[in-house]
C-alpha cells in the first residue's frame, strides 16, 4: 500500500514564525499536492509539483512556497505564518498514468497559528 | 481542471438503509472519481469511473456516470456506522489536477 507521511498530526506556531510542513511518500510517485481544508471551503489547492524542482501554484499559494528536492518529499513552507493560515493540511501523492490515476493522502497537519 | 458540486451537502441516514449522494461538474472529463474522508484523516480513494463507463461497483458502492448530463452518483448499500464520513467526487482528466467539492457529510445512524 501507498504511505503518504506527514511530519505532524498537531503542530501550534506564532504569528510571524517560518513553519515547514513536511510530507513523504513511498511509492516513487511523480505528482505531489498542497491542500487546505476549511470548514464550509472543502480541500483547496495551494501548490502541486509534477517531478523534482518543478512546482506550480493552485489556487490559493499567497503566503505559502514549497520545495521539492527528492522526489519522495514534497515541503509546504508558510514565510511568515499569519492566523488566518490557521487550517487542516492535507499533503497527496499520485502516479502519473494515461487514464487519470488516484490521489493518496497523508493523515493531515492540524495547524493553528497563535 | 474541474470541480465537482456534492448534492445533498448532509445525509442522515438509519444503519441499513441505502445512501445516495450526487455530483454535478461542468466540462468534459475522461474520468471521475470519489474518495471518503474520515473526521480528523487524510482522503481515501473508492472508485474511479472512465467516460466511457455507465456503472461501476465495487463490494457495497455503485456509482453511475451520465456524461451527456455532466452528473455521477455514488450509492452505498446497506449503510453501516462506519460509513459516517464525508464523501467527495473529483472529475478530471489525466494530467490534470484534480479539484474537490465541498463533499457530502454522510451521517450514519445505529
Known amino acids: 500500500d501507498v504511505k503518504v507521511t506527514q511530519s505532524s498530526r498537531y503542530l501550534v506556531k506564532r504569528t510571524g514564525e517560518k513553519v515547514f510542513l513536511e510530507c513523504v511518500q513511498d511509492m516513487d510517485h511523480e505528482n505531489m499536492f498542497w491542500y487546505r481544508q476549511d470548514p464550509g471551503l472543502g480541500l483547496r489547492l495551494i501548490y502541486f509539483?509534477?517531478?523534482?524542482?518543478?512546482?506550480e501554484k493552485g489556487d490559493i499559494p499567497e503566503g505559502y512556497s514549497v520545495s521539492r528536492e527528492k522526489k519522495e518529499r514534497f515541503s509546504l513552507i508558510l514565510e511568515s505564518a499569519s492566523t488566518n493560515q490557521t487550517s487542516m493540511y492535507l499533503c497527496a501523492s499520485r502516479s502519473s498514468g494515461t487514464w487519470g490515476q488516484p490521489q493518496h493522502f497523508g493523515d493531515g497537519t492540524r495547524l493553528s497559528i497563535l | 481542471s474541474q470541480q465537482g458540486e456534492e448534492d445533498p451537502q448532509a445525509l442522515s441516514i438509519q444503519e441499513g438503509e441505502n445512501a445516495t449522494m450526487n455530483c454535478s461538474y461542468k466540462t468534459s472529463i475522461n474520468n471521475l472519481q470519489w474518495y471518503r474522508q474520515n473526521s480528523g484523516r487524510g482522503l481515501v480513494h473508492l472508485i474511479l469511473?472512465?467516460?466511457?463507463?455507465r456503472e461501476k461497483h465495487s463490494g457495497r458502492l455503485r456509482v453511475t456516470l451520465d456524461t451527456s448530463k455532466k452528473s455521477s452518483s455514488l450509492l452505498i448499500t446497506a449503510s453501516r456506522a462506519a460509513d459516517t464520513a464525508s464523501y467527495f467526487c473529483?472529475?478530471?482528466?489525466?494530467?490534470?489536477?484534480?479539484?474537490f467539492g465541498p463533499g457530502t457529510s454522510l451521517s450514519v445512524i445505529p
Open positions: 509539483s509534477y517531478d523534482v524542482k518543478m512546482k
Open positions: 469511473i472512465r467516460s466511457n463507463e
Open positions: 473529483a472529475p478530471g482528466t489525466s494530467y490534470d489536477k484534480v479539484i
